[in-house]
């Protein structure tokens, strides 16, 4: 069974500033998706990023940038210029081709002025 | 366009009773997803339906079953309420054979007293 692991329950980042989110998974499939999603407070989950395993070429949106290492099994999102709207829950999420998506327990994410 | 929406908001119940949540997809989707998410946790997977069948399940005992109707729009049921099944229930809709996203609903926040 896949398993995603993220091992910073809470962080924390001064406005413009750049941080970056930790994620494992464990997986012995070789094609499958990784996503990073947003809940904040008001708990609607945002899609914020996504990367397909295939793919060696890290996935980029505007300020949000991962770094994917497939044999490390890692997959770390980068948020650059850090804005106050980016607090919030993240969540890394981990899916196989049948569409079963598994997530990590969360980072806690505070940006402060 | 309207995104994927849930009801009810919120919902209380007592230990014993029976509980029916709702979910509408995303206009073009043809996936719902369930998941579980208790306070402070990741969302948990409870099962997927497509062509009005379930098509994978995480593992959740039998009191949680699950509809799709033909206009995609689904039904999550949870008989014999516990007071651990009070959570927030996320409906996430998709494409069966898209690219992996999943867009969420607001979640329906349910308590059993």
């Known amino acids: 069974a896949q398993t995603v692991t993220q091992s910073q329950p809470e962080m924390s980042v001064q406005e413009a500033e750049t941080v970056t989110l930790s994620c494992t998974y464990d997986t012995s499939e070789n094609n499958y998706y990784l996503f990073w999603y947003k809940q904040p407070p008001s708990r609607q989950m945002i899609l914020v990023i996504r990367q397909e395993a295939y793919k060696q070429q890290n996935a980029t949106e505007n300020r949000f940038s991962v770094n994917f290492q497939k044999a490390a099994k890692s997959f770390s999102l980068k948020i650059s210029d850090s804005q106050l709207g980016d607090t919030a829950m993240y969540f890394c999420?981990?899916?196989?081709?049948?569409?079963?998506?598994?997530f990590g327990a969360g980072t806690r994410l505070t940006v402060k002025p | 366009d309207a995104g994927v929406t849930q009801s009810p908001t919120h919902l209380i119940k007592t230990r014993g009773q029976q509980v029916t949540l709702r979910c509408s997809p995303k206009s073009g989707h043809d996936t719902v997803s369930w998941y579980q998410q208790a306070l402070g946790q990741g969302p948990q997977f409870i099962f997927q339906?497509?062509?009005?069948?379930?098509?994978q399940r995480g593992n959740f005992p039998d009191r949680f079953s699950g509809h799709q109707f033909p206009n995609y729009s689904s039904e999550l049921n949870v008989n014999a309420l516990l007071l651990g099944d009070s959570a927030l229930y996320l409906c996430?809709?998709?494409?069966?054979?898209?690219?992996?996203?999943?867009?969420f609903g607001p979640g329906t926040r349910l308590t059993v007293l």
């Open positions: 339906y497509y062509e009005e069948e379930e098509r």
């Open positions: 996430a809709s998709s494409l069966f054979r898209g690219r992996g996203e999943q867009f």
């Open positions: 999420a981990f899916m196989n081709l049948n569409n079963d998506m598994r």
